[in-house]
């Protein structure tokens, strides 16, 4: 038998019979109830996917009335309304509270049975949406449980329900569109589009074009209309990475939007109405950027509803080892190449690295250990072979490639002066009186080493 279960709720009893007969011949599950005040009863203990509801009913609860109810209490199930008096009003008006379809009485087998194959089409595509943007959010979830990155969720939680405008700062790779992903598929526009643009990645001409489109003639060779950035996102989101690389005519025309939210594409006269949320990015100092010129400060305000700064990933080390574990997942089952045990000391290395490229660094130097590393195992070694080298290796390589103790000593001693020098501000005289060396001697060794400096 089929598992979708249909409710009839009627005071007509011959509806009833030859409904739920001709239902149960394709196989639904039928169930019935005689008034508006059994039918809410058999809502909640039936749970159906779908219910056939009769307008004018006796009683406490007429189908008007036991529809607004229910579309409040069930809103997984759908309802077909169902009168022998019915008027266009009484369509609109049912239509307007929740109701899939009206059907008139004598009833027609063949429209009853489209509207519910309708229903459950439309419920099977609802389901498989849903089942999709689960695996969506899951595939873009921040990893980490620093107190900065816990923070970071938070605020999405709370900011990502709103219409609010937002601007994100942070360095660059730090996350930020990530981080403006997970705001539009936790929002209510999370089945509508999102879009991005790159104002750093685009021509300063084209940039405009590039967001609001461009009618037809606006430009030699443009012989139709081009939408924009905007008219692809329209119900979603538009996030506009390092917004600080747009140009002024762009940012006055953006201001506009984010007052009218109506614009006109390049070379066009008509306003588009358009309902958008914007979400901007940067990896600079917008406030710097502000005070030197370069940003409109109107715009930076109306951006800046809620200040939103991403954490580097200094500011979050404690996360290394989970975000390694992260990744390495992502490329082994990408790759198919068998997953891969980091050492303690190649944790610890990782640990103690600066990464100034942030969580894009890490992200992109664990899969070339993956293509660099044979085996299975990873130590520090294979840190370094994949090119992860800080200071300390690189004196440590820099030693290690001395043949002779004459080269140590001279690489030491070039080093030391470097130091010395720079602590005394590049005063020879008084570096050679601190280190106690004869300043004509100290000046043969600056001249033997290259070291360029002067004396001050």
């Avoid at 008219?231 to 690389?245: H, K, N, S, V, Y």
């Avoid at 949320?277 to 800046?304: M, P, Q």
Wanted: a negative charge; hydrophobic letters at 40%.
């Amino acid at each position: 038998m089929n598992s979708t279960k249909i409710l009839i709720i009627d005071d007509e009893a011959p509806i009833r019979d030859v409904l739920s007969a001709s239902l149960r011949d394709e196989g639904y599950q039928v169930f019935l109830a005689h008034d508006g005040e059994s039918g809410l009863q058999a809502l909640k203990e039936v749970q159906p996917d779908v219910a056939f509801l009769d307008i004018w009913m006796p009683g406490k609860y007429d189908g008007m009335e036991v529809l607004n109810q229910a579309r409040r209490d069930f809103p997984n199930v759908e309802f077909i309304m169902i009168s022998g008096h019915g008027t266009i009003e009484t369509a609109v008006k049912a239509t307007k509270l929740g109701a899939w379809d009206f059907i008139e009485k004598p009833l027609s087998m063949d429209k009853i049975l489209i509207g519910v194959s309708n229903i459950l089409s439309f419920q099977q595509q609802k389901e498989e949406k849903a089942l999709l943007l689960n695996k969506l959010r899951k595939s873009i979830a921040l990893i980490g449980e620093a107190p900065s990155i816990i923070q970071t969720k938070q605020i999405i939680a709370r900011v990502a329900p709103t219409q609010s405008w937002i601007l994100i700062q942070g360095e660059a790779g730090s996350g930020k569109n990530l981080v403006a992903q997970n705001i539009h598929y936790m929002s209510s526009r999370a089945s509508r589009p999102f879009v991005d643009i790159h104002c750093g990645a685009i021509p300063e001409d084209l940039l405009e074009s590039e967001i609001f489109g461009i009618e037809k003639g606006a430009m030699p060779g443009v012989d139709k209309a081009k939408k924009g950035k905007l008219d692809l996102a329209t119900g979603g989101t538009l996030f506009i990475a390092e917004i600080a690389e747009m140009n002024m005519a762009a940012q006055a025309k953006l201001l506009n939007y984010l007052d009218t939210k109506k614009f006109t594409r390049v070379g066009g006269t008509e306003y588009i109405d358009h309902d958008v949320r914007v979400i901007a990015s940067s990896s600079k100092d917008i406030e710097k950027e502000v005070k030197e010129g370069r940003f409109r400060e109107d715009l930076y305000y109306r951006l800046n509803v809620i200040p939103f700064r991403v954490p580097a990933l200094r500011e979050h080390v404690e996360d290394i080892p989970v975000l390694v574990s992260y990744f390495s997942d992502n490329v082994s089952r990408e790759s198919g190449i068998p997953k891969k045990a980091f050492s303690e000391k190649a944790i610890e290395k990782m640990l103690s690295y600066t990464w100034p490229g942030n969580v894009r660094e890490l992200k992109n130097f664990i899969e070339r250990v993956y293509i660099l590393t044979p085996g299975e195992f990873v130590d520090v070694h294979d840190l370094r072979f994949a090119g992860l080298v800080d200071a300390a290796d690189e004196k440590s390589m820099v030693m290690e490639d001395m043949s002779t103790f004459r080269e140590a000593r001279a690489q030491f001693e070039k080093e030391y002066l470097l130091r010395k020098i720079s602590e005394n501000h590049g005063n020879i005289s008084k570096t050679a009186e601190v280190i106690g060396l004869e300043r004509s001697y100290l000046h043969r060794k600056i001249k033997a080493y290259g070291i360029d400096t002067k004396d001050n």
